[in-house]
């Protein structure tokens, strides 16, 4: 019976991806150590190591579908780790006790890192394919919204006038960066570990470097310069990477919540029949998506926090800081799936009121463009003057509820020196948006 929302029936789709919990599945890391078992067995009956036939042998009896999953699971409490139970049973199958030259010259720590390693690629790539189609989806809207005016905001009031599409662009550079990021992590974080006991591969007269090489050939992993075992700076620079991932998706999530607020109302998730309904509130379009993001990219977080704690492993083999591990990388690889899947889903189908953005940079009545009306006058006044003018004048605008272009025609010190139609330029959002456009290119075409 499953009892996290990971694992949950009805939870579990909505918290994380499929495809992902199949990755760190008991039955897929029990897939990574017989993979790791068979290429050590092949190169090392290449290598002349062990003899051609047990190498043989104990390849063929690498097999997911002969483990007995009762053992398994009792003699890992027994010994409290997996491994030697996996070994054991592939041993055990192995004709004339070829099977005792399985898992030769390895340690525990070996085959549980590469499997790990492995799990992760599978898991890393995962990540690529959403944080792509993210982008794509970024990309789109940033293109499509270009030159759609909608409000600025900053400490949560009306700022400038800028363009949903360079809202969009913004995050898609730094899910851009992200990719990058990912691109340069690889080479560092996609390497296998075979040491033995305490790294040295005492345990092979010889040999030792060229099975070490051969086998991360064989698994497509970077071979290690040196022994990993309680150097985990790799596996904490996976969730670190997660982490701030997860920091963009929130970012989108926080501003597709505040801007589905009634008073606000410019985007919207995705339309579905009784989508983020209230129990007792029939009008209400709740941002669920976004809720689900918040809480997996925040619990993630954490995670990344303990992966870092993992690092503080004592001497050669540690003890404690290494399982922290075995509990947190799952979890942040299968949290932030469920984010990924929340985010694509948002921005793909996410509803966009042009008119309604329009209509509340229009709410101040104009005071929003007193910055443009500032630096306007600045030429004939002086910016510092203009400044104190335009601040007192968009004062009296509040106070006597008037558009502030009324009150600057109306005002001596301004009208002498620019016309109606000047002030009505200055106060039109759609020429004071800057160089959006412009860099909302420079976005695009840098994906290209």
């Given at each position: 019976?499953?009892?996290?929302?990971?694992?949950?029936?009805?939870?579990?789709?909505?918290?994380?991806?499929?495809?992902?919990?199949?990755?760190?599945?008991?039955?897929?890391?029990?897939?990574?150590?017989?993979?790791?078992?068979?290429?050590?067995?092949?190169?090392?009956?290449?290598?002349?190591?062990?003899?051609?036939?047990?190498?043989?042998?104990?390849?063929?009896?690498?097999?997911?579908?002969?483990?007995?999953?009762?053992?398994?699971?009792?003699?890992?409490?027994?010994?409290?780790?997996?491994?030697?139970?996996?070994?054991?049973?592939?041993?055990?199958?192995?004709?004339?006790?070829?099977?005792?030259?399985?898992?030769?010259?390895?340690?525990?720590?070996?085959?549980?890192?590469?499997?790990?390693?492995?799990?992760?690629?599978?898991?890393?790539?995962?990540?690529?394919?959403?944080?792509?189609?993210?982008?794509?989806?970024?990309?789109?809207?940033?293109?499509?919204?270009?030159?759609?005016?909608?409000?600025?905001?900053?400490?949560?009031?009306?700022?400038?006038?800028?363009?949903?599409?360079?809202?969009?662009?913004?995050?898609?550079?730094?899910?851009?960066?992200?990719?990058?990021?990912?691109?340069?992590?690889?080479?560092?974080?996609?390497?296998?570990?075979?040491?033995?006991?305490?790294?040295?591969?005492?345990?092979?007269?010889?040999?030792?470097?060229?099975?070490?090489?051969?086998?991360?050939?064989?698994?497509?992993?970077?071979?290690?310069?040196?022994?990993?075992?309680?150097?985990?700076?790799?596996?904490?620079?996976?969730?670190?990477?997660?982490?701030?991932?997860?920091?963009?998706?929130?970012?989108?999530?926080?501003?597709?919540?505040?801007?589905?607020?009634?008073?606000?109302?410019?985007?919207?998730?995705?339309?579905?029949?009784?989508?983020?309904?209230?129990?007792?509130?029939?009008?209400?379009?709740?941002?669920?998506?976004?809720?689900?993001?918040?809480?997996?990219?925040?619990?993630?977080?954490?995670?990344?926090?303990?992966?870092?704690?993992?690092?503080?492993?004592?001497?050669?083999?540690?003890?404690?800081?290494?399982?922290?591990?075995?509990?947190?990388?799952?979890?942040?690889?299968?949290?932030?799936?469920?984010?990924l899947k929340q985010t694509k889903f948002i921005l793909k189908g996410l509803e966009v009121d042009a008119t309604r953005m329009r209509a509340n940079i229009d709410i101040t009545n104009g005071l929003v463009?007193?910055?443009?009306?500032?630096?306007?006058?600045?030429?004939?006044?002086?910016?510092?003057?203009?400044?104190?003018?335009?601040?007192?004048?968009?004062?009296?605008?509040?106070?006597?509820?008037?558009?502030?272009?009324?009150?600057?025609?109306?005002?001596?010190?301004?009208?002498?020196?620019?016309?109606?139609?000047?002030?009505?330029?200055?106060?039109?959002?759609?020429?004071?948006?800057?160089?959006?456009?412009?860099?909302?290119?420079?976005?695009?075409?840098?994906?290209?």
């Open positions: 019976m499953a009892s996290t929302i990971i694992d949950s029936r009805i939870f579990g789709d909505m918290f994380s991806d499929a495809r992902m919990r199949e990755v760190w599945s008991d039955e897929n890391r029990t897939a990574k150590y017989l993979d790791i078992e068979r290429a050590l067995a092949k190169v090392q009956g290449e290598l002349g190591i062990i003899p051609k036939e047990a190498a043989d042998e104990v390849v063929r009896n690498c097999n997911l579908s002969q483990i007995d999953w009762a053992k398994l699971k009792a003699k890992t409490e027994q010994i409290g780790y997996p491994i030697i139970a996996v070994v054991n049973q592939i041993n055990a199958n192995c004709r004339d006790k070829l099977g005792e030259y399985c898992h030769w010259g390895a340690t525990t720590q070996d085959i549980t890192d590469t499997a790990a390693v492995l799990q992760m690629r599978e898991g890393l790539a995962l990540v690529e394919q959403d944080l792509d189609e993210i982008g794509d989806a970024l990309a789109s809207l940033a293109r499509k919204y270009r030159d759609t005016p909608v409000i600025g905001r900053s400490n949560l009031q009306q700022a400038t006038p800028i363009t949903f599409g360079y809202k969009m662009a913004s995050i898609l550079a730094g899910i851009d960066r992200h990719r990058d990021r990912l691109q340069q992590l690889k080479p560092r974080v996609l390497m296998g570990e075979f040491g033995g006991a305490s790294g040295t591969l005492s345990s092979l007269e010889k040999g030792a470097m060229e099975t070490q090489a051969g086998l991360m050939k064989e698994l497509g992993l970077a071979q290690p310069l040196i022994s990993w075992h309680t150097v985990r700076d790799t596996i904490a620079e996976v969730g670190a990477f997660l982490g701030l991932v997860g920091g963009s998706l929130g970012k989108i999530a926080m501003d597709v919540k505040l801007m589905m607020q009634t008073e606000v109302a410019e985007v919207f998730e995705p339309f579905a029949p009784g989508r983020g309904s209230s129990s007792t509130m029939p009008q209400k379009r709740n941002p669920i998506s976004c809720l689900y993001i918040h809480a997996n990219i925040s619990v993630a977080r954490q995670h990344a926090a303990a992966l870092m704690d993992a690092m503080v492993a004592d001497h050669e083999r540690s003890t404690g800081p290494w399982e922290i591990e075995w509990v947190s990388l799952p979890e942040i690889f299968c949290l932030m799936s469920g984010a463009m007193s910055e443009a009306v500032m630096m306007g006058l600045g030429p004939y006044i002086g910016r510092e003057y203009a400044h104190d003018l335009v601040y007192d004048l968009c004062r009296q605008a509040l106070a006597d509820n008037q558009p502030l272009i009324e009150i600057l025609v109306a005002h001596p010190e301004v009208n002498k020196h620019v016309t109606r139609a000047q002030l009505e330029a200055m106060c039109d959002p759609a020429n004071n948006i800057g160089q959006a456009g412009v860099m909302v290119d420079r976005v695009l075409a840098a994906r290209s």
